[in-house]
């Protein structure tokens, strides 16, 4: 099947940027519809970006939209995460997901601080 590793996670100040990476070992997810999630502590596992196998179709959380970018390289099997104006509250583990294999990927953190 498919493993994913996700990196780029890290500490920022609010109002900074980061950008995630998730890679696909294993098989390529071509076509796949891939997402992003995130959960902080105590909290459930939200859906924060999603986009279409062929990358032309994306979705996001409502408090995301604007400020988060979704994006896939499906020649280096690759999906990406642009996340700008960050907020204390985008706080979180995030992680990968590839849709229609169910494949997780172990998480990054991400600490926004006030």
């Known amino acids: 099947q498919v493993q994913l590793v996700e990196s780029g996670g890290g500490l920022v100040q609010a109002g900074g940027s980061l950008r995630l990476s998730c890679a696909a070992s294993?098989?390529?997810?071509?076509?796949?519809?891939m997402n992003w999630f995130r959960q902080a502590p105590g909290k459930e596992r939200k859906f924060v970006a999603g986009?279409?196998?062929?990358?032309?179709?994306?979705s996001y959380l409502d408090s995301v939209k604007g400020r988060f970018t979704i994006s896939r390289d499906n020649a280096k099997n690759t999906v990406y995460l642009q996340m700008n104006s960050l907020r204390p509250e985008d706080t979180a583990v995030y992680y990968c997901n590839a849709e229609r294999v169910d494949a997780w990927g172990q998480g990054t953190q991400v600490t926004v601080s006030s």
């Open positions: 294993g098989r390529t997810f071509t076509n796949y519809p």
């Open positions: 986009i279409s196998g062929s990358g032309g179709s994306t």
